[in-house]
């Protein structure tokens, strides 16, 4: 089963743009990371925002953590037609456990 | 190798047959993980080992579902009586150390297609 939802499922923007989209999850967590993957690729992970981290940066990504609502957004500024690709949330409950991952967001980033 | 290897890359079965499928994880790494991805979907956990031995199997969705890795390295997913419904793309990452708790590093997956 998914941990948690992701929001929107689906985003079409034009480059240049702003990318945002959102991930809720259902437990308590040790961290929560954004992963990538490119249409019949593997998932390459983007960025790690633990629990007791409430923002987080990385080049054109901006990571927030909430987690008294359980949610997270991921934030892509200036977008580029490379970054067209699907997003994955995926919840961390301590450091040993296993990932569980979201439903992803589409992004078509249009020249 | 630098990366996680997955064979095969793409497997076409018929329903009934056995079928396997194998991780090659990055050298040194302890912890391998196998997911299942739909079409469409996130991915979804199957088992996770700590060295040899699993350490956490309840996402195997059945019986004919089994993974072993006997030497701590490469990994073997095996499906029995393959059924259509596990067509998907299964998926391998690796990670440094037990407990290590950061990102999972991931193969390209193997597409399994069930006629």
């Known amino acids: 089963s998914q941990q948690g939802e992701e929001d929107p499922q689906a985003l079409s923007i034009q480059e240049g743009e702003n990318a945002t989209m959102n991930c809720s999850y259902k437990?308590?967590?040790?961290?929560l990371q954004w992963y990538r993957q490119n249409s019949g690729r593997g998932l390459v992970h983007l960025i790690l925002?633990?629990?007791?981290?409430r923002e987080k940066h990385s080049g054109r990504l901006r990571v927030t953590l909430d987690t008294s609502k359980k949610s997270s957004s991921l934030l892509i500024t200036a977008s580029r037609a490379a970054d067209t690709a699907s997003y994955f949330c995926?919840?961390?409950?301590?450091?040993?456990?296993?990932?569980?991952f979201g439903a992803g967001t589409q992004v078509v980033v249009t020249p | 190798g630098a990366g996680v290897s997955q064979t095969p890359s793409n497997k076409v079965t018929e329903k009934g047959k056995y079928v396997e499928l194998r991780c090659d994880p990055i050298?040194?790494?302890?912890?391998l993980y196998w997911y299942r991805q739909s079409l469409g979907q996130g991915p979804e956990f199957l088992i996770y080992?700590?060295?040899?031995?699993?350490?956490?199997d309840s996402g195997l969705p059945n019986d004919r579902f089994f993974a072993v890795r006997p030497e701590g390295s490469v990994s073997t997913l095996k499906i029995q009586r393959t059924e259509r419904g596990d067509s998907a793309v299964y998926l391998c990452?690796?990670?440094?150390?037990?407990?290590?708790?950061?990102?999972?590093?991931f193969g390209e997956g193997s597409r399994l297609t069930v006629l």
């Open positions: 080992f700590q060295g040899t031995g699993a350490a956490d």
């Open positions: 050298s040194g790494h302890t912890a």
């Open positions: 925002i633990r629990s007791n981290e």
């Open positions: 995926a919840s961390r409950p301590d450091s040993w456990g296993k990932l569980q």
């Open positions: 437990t308590s967590i040790n961290n």
């Open positions: 990452a690796s990670s440094p150390l037990a407990g290590w708790g950061g990102e999972l590093f």
